[in-house]
């Protein structure tokens, strides 16, 4: 059962998810839903959501699903105009691959997260 949390995040349960499938395309649910410390119900909501807006696709492969992001798609929040689904990933991506290669210190200064923020 995934541990309660209250207040807000800077990251929604919708990116969290997202960032899950593209680690993965083939992940399962259940797995996502430990991963993001949601419910299996949480995250098939989730996947709906970004299906009927037009983020995410799937096909079935026997008893398994294959996700398949759509790059191009355009964030939804005004302040975000211009920003794709792929960039947000390629943030996420460069912030993991340096806390992994250094995980006992915390590396990340707000100028380099302004450097690596896609230029608009």
């Not at 991963?35 to 299906?51: F, G, M, N, P």
């Not at 191009?72 to 390629?90: C, I, K, N, S």
């Amino acid at each position: 059962m995934p541990e309660t949390h209250t207040g807000w995040t800077f990251l929604t349960n919708h990116a969290r998810v997202l960032t899950a499938i593209a680690e993965d395309p083939n992940t399962r649910i259940r797995d996502m839903a430990a991963r993001c410390r949601l419910t299996e119900r949480a995250v098939q909501k989730i996947i709906s959501d970004l299906e009927r807006e037009g983020y995410l696709s799937h096909t079935r492969q026997g008893r398994s699903n294959t996700y398949r992001i759509e790059p191009g798609a355009f964030l939804r929040h005004p302040a975000e105009a211009g920003l794709t689904v792929m960039d947000l990933l390629a943030v996420l991506a460069r912030h993991d691959a340096q806390r992994d290669s250094q995980p006992q210190q915390l590396q990340t200064t707000p100028a380099q997260v302004r450097r690596a923020a896609p230029d608009r």
